[in-house]
């Protein structure tokens, strides 16, 4: 894989993984418009900071291992689609039940904001990291053939790099997009958005099932 490819391909993990509208979501649409967009951005930087530390995490042990995911490579992607899948319709029927209300009477300081939504992230430690190694798989991410050379050292980083890049840019869209329409956002747009996320994500795993029956050359190392 060129650089290009693996960054690309780290950046659409971390895209897809972080745009549902759960609980952490809630709390930073929540924090953008009872106080700012800056508050709302620093709070989903601690949620991808907390997201990539479990993507190392989730990596280390996807690229440990990689030959015996190679080996079972079909079987997995078929199995990782159909746990798209349903991760997907999960996020369909989600329904936030947490009010958005504008009230300027909440006043955090940027660290705090920071900290408490990394906090509450890596408090979901153990149901995030599946979920990672899911779409580590499902978009065939690598290093090479899990050496440990400098070349593996490099496409790893890029691909971690990749991720935070990817959960950077959809916090940073999410809040830009609330402020911005901060006087007629309700909260049925939220079951909007995890609509949206949730007919992509299951798109994604629909895909990645199909690919798999009309793969050409099955061998062939991604």
Known sequence: MTIVDILLRGLIVGIVSSITVGPVAVLCIKRTLNKSRRSGFISGMGVACADTLMAIIAFFFYSILHSQIEQYRHILSIVGGIFVVIVGVVIYLQKPSQRVNIDGSVQNTPWRDFASMFGFTMANFVTVIPYLLA????????????????????????????????????????TMLISLFRRSFRPHHMRTINRVAGVIIGLLGVITILSTFFTVTPNANI
């Open 135 to 174: 779409f580590f798989a499902m978009f065939g991410v690598s290093s090479h053939e899990g050496s440990h050379d400098v070349a593996s050292l490099f496409s790893s980083l890029l691909i971690i790099g990749g991720f935070f890049g990817g959960a950077s840019l959809w916090w940073f869209s999410l």
